[in-house]
């Protein structure tokens, strides 16, 4: 329930139509099926991680333990990409599926308030071109803030809750695929990959494209490794819990975009609704409700996990002093990080109201595909910096040695399918540059700028093994 529960979320309600209308069409099953096999080795190599080091913290945690601070900098960097930016984008999704609730029961909302200051339109030669909108996506900044609050009051979700949501999230996507297998037209699934246009727009190329868009929909398989520490065998129970939720959430994303892509033409699904848009082509208004009330609960589910993972990914950067002190600073009555977690509302509710959904899930996956490789290497590592570790639940496959130096098999697979998901995000980045449209270049620019200088001009100085280190010299200079 747990896996299932963080990872069917905005990937599926959201990201699932703007990758199929923009770079796969039907092919989009084929990029689901390469997004699942990238995430189930680095699935198994957070398996191992959690099986020896079963704390709080996650991949920052791994790193800092096994690679030392500045890999520990990185990671915690860039699952600021994976966990804060990403609910930028689940906003951008609930701000869709809630304005078309709204519809339905009259309430007809100006496009100023639900779209985002800019957006991507299709451009010559396969680009993606950026343009000013018509308005601020206030509704989706708005469902931000308001999880911000909630977050600083002290919300958790209990077991009976999340399993209660989960269920809710599913059922909704197995009645739409129940009702929409009728309502699906062959004809919308040929051709099944559609010509190259230039770029990553459809083809072979547009497969991997969409792949690197959706790999966000596999996001938060991590949290069945974070709770090892409760699980009663966790060489059993991580693994199966792993593999398990990830092949469910797979079979659930793989009909429920055959239905999709099925139902309407997939150029029509580059929406923040996609669901929403193909049950108003059944003309089941029942269906309509009932979809897109499980969506705005499941996001508003998602939005507050994400933001609280952040907040105290966060937290624990600043007790190990890579970032100010006010980022643990509890509050007083609430005893949660406030300020840290405030200040985080701010900028999801800024980038939601500012950038498009496409941008977003670009950096987004950027991050995640970086974070994962670098949890793929972490194992590497701690097998070669501890020969003799013998980890309740050790990577399948095994591995081969190279002069020495282990590397394993599944960990190494993990590395390689990472690089598949970025390399295509990052040749769209640089021809988007080319072509005139610096945006998502200096979003990335200054995104890596503003890590090295936090961490130059903060970080360095305050860590706690600078004071570590800073202690040990005093010691050695005292007099005898």
Not at 34 to 51: D, H
Not at 97 to 121: C, E
Not at 149 to 160: F, K, N, R
Not at 201 to 218: D, E, L, Q, T, W
Request: proline fraction near 6%; glycine fraction near 10%; charged fraction near 10%.
């Amino acid at each position: 329930m747990l896996g299932i529960g963080s990872t069917i979320g905005a990937g599926i309600y959201v990201m699932t139509g703007a990758a199929a209308a923009d770079y796969a069409g039907p092919a989009i099953l084929l990029s689901f099926l390469v997004a699942g096999l990238a995430c189930i080795f680095t699935a198994l190599s957070y398996g191992e991680l959690a099986s020896t080091m079963p704390v709080s913290g996650s991949a920052y945690t791994y790193a800092y333990t096994s690679m030392g601070e500045i890999a520990a900098w990185i990671t915690g960097w860039l699952l600021l990409l994976e966990y804060g930016i990403s609910c930028a984008g689940v906003a951008s999704g609930f701000s869709g599926y809630a304005t078309s609730l709204l519809g339905d029961f009259g309430v007809h909302l100006s496009p100023w308030w639900s779209t985002p200051f800019l957006q991507t339109l299709p451009g010559p030669h396969g680009s993606m071109d950026l343009v000013v909108g018509q308005g601020f996506n206030l509704v989706g900044a708005s469902a931000s803030l308001i999880v911000t609050v909630l977050l600083v009051i002290g919300v958790t979700e209990s077991a009976t809750v999340n399993s209660i949501i989960v269920v809710l999230k599913v059922s909704v996507l197995l009645v739409f695929v129940a009702v929409g297998i009728g309502a699906v037209h062959p004809q919308n699934w040929t051709p099944f990959i559609p010509p190259n246009e230039g770029a990553f727009r459809y083809g072979i190329p547009g497969i991997f494209r969409a792949a690197s868009v959706i790999f966000f929909a596999y996001v938060g398989f991590e949290a069945v490794s974070t709770a090892a520490a409760e699980a009663r065998n966790p060489k059993r129970d991580v693994p199966i819990g792993i593999i398990v939720s990830l092949l469910i959430c797979t079979v659930v994303y793989l009909c429920v975009a055959a239905v999709l892509t099925g139902v309407v033409p997939f150029r029509s699904l580059g929406v923040a609704d996609p669901l929403a848009v193909a049950v108003d082509a059944m003309h089941q208004h029942w269906l309509g409700l009932f979809v897109k009330i499980g969506a705005v609960t499941g996001l508003c589910s998602v939005m507050l996990v994400l933001q609280y993972g952040q907040t105290r990914i966060f937290y624990t950067m600043a007790r190990d002093g890579l970032l100010p002190r006010m980022f643990c600073v509890l509050h007083p009555r609430f005893r949660t990080p406030w300020i840290n977690t405030i200040l985080l509302g701010f900028c999801v509710s800024a980038a939601t109201a500012l950038l498009p959904i496409d941008i977003i899930s670009d950096l987004v996956s950027l991050g995640t595909t970086t974070a994962f490789g670098i949890v793929c290497f972490t194992v590497i590592w701690r097998r070669n910096a501890d020969p003799g570790l013998r980890p309740p639940f050790p990577v399948p496959f095994g591995g081969i040695r190279i002069r020495g130096f282990w590397i394993g098999t599944t960990p190494a697979l993990g590395i390689v399918f990472c690089v598949i998901m970025g390399v295509p995000l990052i040749a769209d980045i640089i021809s988007a540059l080319l072509n005139h449209n610096p945006v998502p270049a200096l979003l990335l620019g200054g995104y890596i700028v503003v890590g090295i200088a936090c961490y130059a001009g903060y970080g360095y100085r305050h860590s706690r093994l600078a004071a570590e280190t800073a202690a040990s010299h005093a010691l050695k200079d005292q007099p005898r």
